[in-house]
């Protein structure tokens, strides 16, 4: 299998880009949960004399996390890029692979796993950039907070792919594949 030095740059961008978006969801998931922190905001202002209610401290705490998701969305722009720029890719045949029907039965199920993350990939970019652009489509906020729900049940499948696809490539390194790692890595050389 050879890549294209545009697949191989796509790649790690994606790579980075998709850890991101992870990054701000755990984030918005612990350290920035706007639940925990109104609570803690709640009692330190009651310690300094300061009585607030919940619902005032909800809205603290949201606009501490407001700077941090910002970055959910730039990272959400620049996914929904690389999803075209791959679609471009594959015109361009920039990942030379065996035909599916030759492969393995192991191979078959880890192209199909790539499939499932592409499909899923492209799913979170339109939901994402609907929710953004919900009142410039006309959509109502109750629509939006339904393709919420799916956006944050696919968000599982690439939670599950990551971890799986690190370690898949880790042990065909080290066992069947070799080089399989520094060939994703390493830039062609000119004659
Ligand atoms: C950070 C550690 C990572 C390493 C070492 C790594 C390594 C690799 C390698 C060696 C391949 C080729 C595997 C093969 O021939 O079947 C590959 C393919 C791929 N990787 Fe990664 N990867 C990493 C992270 C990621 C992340 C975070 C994503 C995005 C969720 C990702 C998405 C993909 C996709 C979609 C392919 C398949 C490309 C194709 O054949 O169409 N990778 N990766
Ligand atoms: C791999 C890609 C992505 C992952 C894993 C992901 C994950 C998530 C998760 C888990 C949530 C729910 C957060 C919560 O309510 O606790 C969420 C919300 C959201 N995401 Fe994404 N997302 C991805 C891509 C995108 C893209 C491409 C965009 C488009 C710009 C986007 C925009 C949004 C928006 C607008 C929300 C709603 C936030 C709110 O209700 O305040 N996401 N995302």
């Excluded at 984030?27 to 009585?51: D, M, P, W």
């Excluded at 075209?84 to 192991?106: C, D, M, N, P, W």
């Excluded at 629509?143 to 799986?164: A, Y």
């Excluded at 790692?181 to 000119?190: A, D, P, R, V």
Aim: with cysteine; hydrophobic share 50%.
């Amino acid at each position: 299998m050879k890549y294209s030095s545009g697949f191989k740059i796509w790649h790690w961008l994606n790579a980075i880009i998709i850890l991101g978006l992870l990054g701000t969801v755990f984030l918005r998931k612990t350290f920035l949960s706007y639940r925990e922190n109104a609570e803690i905001l709640l009692q330190k202002l009651a310690e300094i004399g300061v009585t607030v209610t919940l619902e005032q401290a909800k809205v603290l705490a949201k606009a501490i996390r407001e700077p941090m998701w910002e970055w959910h969305i730039y990272l959400g722009y620049a996914l929904a890029f690389l999803v075209i720029y791959r679609i471009v890719l594959y015109f361009q045949g920039a990942a030379k692979k065996e035909k599916f029907a030759t492969l393995s039965l192991h191979k078959k199920g880890v192209e199909s796993l790539y499939y499932i993350l592409y499909a899923s990939l492209f799913f979170m970019s339109i939901t994402g950039l609907v929710m953004e652009f919900h009142e410039l489509l006309g959509i109502s906020k109750e629509l939006s907070h339904d393709i919420k729900e799916l956006h944050e049940l696919v968000f599982n499948v690439i939670l599950v792919f990551v971890p799986l696809h690190i370690a898949g490539v880790i042990i065909a390194e080290n066992r069947e594949d070799k080089g399989i790692i520094s060939e994703l890595l390493h830039c062609e050389k000119k004659e």
